[in-house]
C-alpha cells in the first residue's frame, strides 16, 4: 500500500493539554482534598477528578500522582474578541478554536465562557504539516491478526516522516471503536483527516483516530473501551476507507501496535 498525501493537518488537543506541552503533576500530601489541590491550581475539582479517573472526591490517597488540567475556564466581557483573549492567554487563535470547538465564523457574546490556557502550563499547539509527495510507507510487517484495532484492519501500514502511526484500511461506514477508557478532548473535522476524535486516557496517553465521516461523540464525553467513536469514512486522497490512527505518550509518539489495549 503507498498512500500520497495532500498537506496534512492536525492540531493535536488534550483536555486543555497539547501534545508538546509537559505534564503538570500533583502530588497529594496530608490534609490536601481534591477540591483544595483545584483551587491551587484554579482549574475545576470536577475537571480535575475526570482527567484522574476519580470516581470519589473522599478517598484521596497521600502520594497519589494526579495530572493537573491544563484549561480554565474563561468569561468573556464587553468588547473581547477571540483574538485578544488568545493573545492574553498566550495561545494561537487556532488553537483557542480548535480547544472550543468554534467554527470560523463563530460570533462571540459577552458571556461566553471559553476554555484557555491555564498560566504556567506550557501549553500551545504545533500544526504538523505532510507535504503532498510525502508518501506513506509499509515499513514494518503488516497487520498482526493479534491485536486488537480500532476497526477490522485488513491492511497496516506505517507512516513516515513528521506524522508517526498507522493507516488502517477498513470497509467504508464502518464502526471506529476506542481501545482504552478515556475522556473525548477533541471531536471534529481537521483538514486532510476528515473527522477526528482524539481520547485522551490516565497515564499521559493521547489516541487518535481520524479518517470518520460521522463522529458519535463529542468534546468532554467519558468512553470506555469498545464506545464507537464514528464512522469510517472515504480518504480524499487515497479513495479508500483508511483511519489514521496516531498515539502519543505525553510529547513521544508511540508505536499503536504497542500501545495499551484495556
Excluded at 142 to 152: E, H, I, N, Y
Excluded at 195 to 221: F, H, M, N, P, W
Excluded at 239 to 245: G, M
Aim: proline letters at 4%; a positive charge.
Amino acid at each position: 500500500m503507498n498512500v500520497r498525501y495532500g498537506v496534512l493537518c492536525l492540531v493535536l488537543v488534550l483536555w486543555g493539554v497539547m501534545v508538546d506541552a509537559e505534564e503538570t503533576v500533583h502530588i497529594v500530601q496530608r490534609g490536601e482534598t481534591i477540591y483544595s489541590i483545584a483551587r491551587s491550581y484554579s482549574v475545576k475539582s470536577e475537571d480535575l477528578m475526570r482527567l484522574n479517573g476519580i470516581t470519589d472526591a473522599q478517598k484521596l490517597q497521600i502520594g497519589r500522582r494526579l495530572t493537573i488540567p491544563s484549561y480554565i475556564e474563561y468569561r468573556v466581557t464587553r468588547g473581547e474578541t477571540l483574538y485578544s483573549i488568545a493573545r492574553q492567554h498566550e495561545m494561537t487563535l487556532q488553537a483557542l478554536r480548535t480547544i472550543n470547538n468554534l467554527t470560523q465564523n463563530y460570533i462571540l457574546k459577552e458571556g461566553d465562557v471559553l476554555r484557555v490556557s491555564r498560566p504556567g502550563s506550557g501549553a500551545k499547539v504545533e500544526l504538523v504539516e505532510r507535504p503532498r509527495s510525502a508518501p506513506v510507507q509499509n515499513t514494518e510487517k503488516q497487520r498482526d491478526t493479534s491485536l486488537r484495532w480500532p476497526v477490522a484492519a485488513q491492511e497496516v501500514v506505517y507512516m513516515t516522516g513528521k506524522l508517526y502511526g498507522v493507516v488502517l484500511k477498513g470497509e467504508k461506514s464502518e464502526a471506529v471503536k476506542s481501545l482504552t477508557p478515556g475522556t473525548i478532548v477533541s471531536a471534529g473535522p481537521y483538514r486532510g483527516f476528515g473527522r477526528v476524535a482524539i481520547v485522551q486516557v490516565t497515564g499521559g496517553y493521547l489516541y487518535v483516530y481520524g479518517g470518520c465521516e460521522s463522529l458519535s461523540v463529542k468534546t468532554g464525553d467519558r468512553v470506555v473501551s469498545g464506545t464507537e467513536l464514528g464512522r469510517l469514512g472515504i480518504d480524499a486522497v487515497s479513495k479508500k476507507p483508511q483511519l489514521f490512527f496516531l498515539v502519543y505518550h505525553g510529547a513521544t509518539p508511540i508505536d499503536p501496535a504497542k500501545a495499551p489495549r484495556t
